[in-house]
């Protein structure tokens, strides 16, 4: 039923693309703007993880360098049956983590400093089998597919909203959409994309706790880790955070700006942990 409800959600998205392009250049503009989302979806599959890595700075971390670090995490793809990824190290005392990667054979885990300094080792190891789980259940390539066209109906929003109040691209005997309709679209279509993604990434992160949890076997762990995680984020935000890469991280690392948590790609911290206690005890 997820993989359904998520194949609709990127159906949507992509509509809202085709209806934007169409609004912009009629049945021509709705062909380019469905090429164009094809080929996003195509570069984020094969690039996104090395340009996600690289804007954040991250550098691998030998199993020389943090032979324990290594082992747990290999200890953990063991659990899960995966292949070991390549482990990240950002250089920030912001605790924080993400995964990336097109599939399990071809993924990388990221950690901050802070994190590692943070968290007890039951905690990181909680942490880390979150961010397998999201490998394990493709949601990292689905995250970086959503976020890129998300981030393509906001410039096409910017781009109908001033082609809207020039008249640019028709002639005062070409068939087209109303101005009023086009400045209609250009602001309701990223509020549109914008609710998708929270839905995406808010359902993924619920779904990859429980799983992350039924691998390293500790709930309550990972439960402490998130609110440690939470506290320690208000105190030191990631500087080099941006809004576009932010559902990736397992807490939002925009959370000390007084606005993100409006319209925060995670789900509420305290529903999170309250999930994770509950499957502790039932387990």
């Known amino acids: 039923m997820n993989q359904i409800k998520l194949a609709l959600l990127l159906t949507g998205m992509t509509l809202i693309l085709v209806f934007m392009g169409q609004a912009m250049g009629g049945q021509g503009g709705m062909m380019i703007a469905l090429l164009f989302a094809c080929g996003m979806n ?62 399990p054979q071809n993924a990388a885990v990221a950690a901050t400093r802070g994190i590692l300094r943070m968290l007890s080792d039951e905690e990181l190891e909680g942490v880390m089998a979150h961010e397998l789980a999201h490998v394990l259940n493709r949601d990292t390539l689905v995250s970086t597919i959503v976020a890129s066209i998300a981030g393509a109906i906001s410039m096409l929003a910017s781009m109908l909203q001033w082609s809207a ?8 005997g070409e068939e087209g959409s109303s101005p009023i309709a086009s400045i209609v679209l250009a602001i309701v279509a990223p509020i549109a994309a914008m609710l998708v993604q929270m839905a995406v990434s808010r359902s993924r992160e619920y779904m990859a706790d429980e799983t992350g949890a039924r691998i390293c076997g500790k709930p309550l762990a990972l439960a402490g880790a998130l609110q440690k995680l939470q506290q320690g ?35 509420p911290m305290e529903e999170r942990i309250k999930r994770l206690r509950a499957l502790a005890a039932n387990s």
């Open 165 to 172: 109040i020039f008249g640019a691209g028709r002639s005062d």
């Open 233 to 267: 984020v208000q105190i030191a935000p990631m500087q080099q955070a941006q809004t576009a890469t932010a559902h990736l991280f397992i807490v939002n690392p925009l959370s000390g700006q007084k606005m993100a948590g409006l319209f925060s790609t995670h789900p």
């Open 42 to 103: 195509f570069f984020s599959y094969w690039y996104s993880d090395k340009i996600i890595l690289k804007m954040h700075g991250a550098r691998e971390i030998t199993r020389q360098e943090d032979p324990a670090f290594h082992a747990m995490v290999e200890r953990l793809a063991q659990r899960a049956q995966m292949p070991m990824p390549k482990l990240y190290i950002m250089e920030t005392e912001s605790p924080n983590a993400f995964a990336t990667g097109r599939n």
